[in-house]
């Protein structure tokens, strides 16, 4: 094995002199003396230098931070907007509407507004007009017959 390991080591030599260098140094760091004894009272020490520092100016700048940061948010926060002013509809609009949706409307919603003002809505209404006649129609078919011996 000596004969094999000879060459091999004239090879590493002349390839990598530094890597062939490394075996002849001592392995690992070294320390000084005495020094793991001391250790422990240097950080001892340490540690009580550093219980003096009061802890209220770290307090104090997180707070200023925090007051800040509010204080921009606040100030810089967009304006409500001012809410838009209702419609004004006038009666015979809101008939049209009424008259040209009546299918979208419930007919237990009308029912109370038309026992209210029944008087001129039978004066106004057209019971003639093919689209009233046909919507009277359906309402005959859907209403069932409880609904409709509670309405006579």
């Known amino acids: 094995m000596k004969k094999d390991a000879d060459p091999l080591k004239k090879e590493l030599e ?21 020094y793991f004894n001391q250790l422990r009272q240097d950080v001892l020490s340490r540690i009580e230098a550093g219980k003096a520092r009061p802890l209220w ?10 007051a800040l940061i509010g204080a921009t948010v606040f100030l810089f926060r967009p304006a409500p907007s001012a809410p838009e002013p209702p419609v004004a509809l006038t009666a015979e609009e809101v008939h049209q509407y009424i008259a040209d949706n009546i299918v979208l409307f419930d007919l237990e919603l009308l029912l109370p507004f038309a026992a209210a003002s029944e008087a001129s809505w039978m004066e106004n209404a057209d019971f003639d007009d093919p689209a009233m006649q046909e919507y009277m129609n359906e309402l005959l078919d859907e209403i069932d017959l409880e609904t409709l011996e509670e309405l006579l």
Do not use: F, N
């Open 14 to 34: 002349q390839e990598a002199p530094i890597l062939a260098g490394l075996k002849d140094k001592p392995e690992g760091l070294s320390t000084p003396d005495g």
């Open 57 to 66: 100016p770290r307090l104090a700048i997180a707070a200023s931070v925090a």
